[in-house]
């Protein structure tokens, strides 16, 4: 069975960091998609940022700069470090591994910015 185990959030000052995990259970997921997307209150799910089995990157282009994502394939876990937080942060994030039809969630995490 598989599972997406998801860890850190919380609240945070505008300009603060946080980091956030995934580890994923039940299966290797070394040739998987690994990333993160986030859902704010009254809008869609958007993808954040994701990262190939290869390691090849892609972010939206609001968290350029400020955000890396990174994957441990050994612990099956995929990483999300958010820095010079700002208030349209705020959302609830999830963690998504996905290889072709196959598509996994975590449970999602509250990150608040807020002063």
């Known amino acids: 069975q598989v599972q997406l185990v998801q860890s850190g959030g919380g609240l945070v000052q505008p300009g603060g960091s946080l980091r956030l995990s995934c580890a994923a259970s039940?299966?290797?997921?070394?040739?998987?998609?690994m990333g993160w997307y986030r859902q704010a209150p009254g809008k869609q799910r958007e993808l954040v940022a994701d990262?190939?089995?290869?390691?090849?990157?892609n972010y939206v282009d609001a968290v350029k700069g400020r955000f890396t994502i990174s994957r441990d394939n050994a612990k099956n876990t995929v990483y999300l470090q958010m820095n010079n937080l700002k208030l349209e942060d705020t959302a609830v994030y999830y963690c998504?591994?996905?290889?072709?039809?196959?598509?996994?969630w975590g449970q999602g995490t509250q990150v608040t910015v807020s002063s």
């Open positions: 990262i190939t089995s290869g390691g090849s990157t």
């Open positions: 998504n591994v996905r290889r072709g039809l196959a598509g996994y």
């Open positions: 039940g299966t290797s997921f070394r040739l998987y998609i």
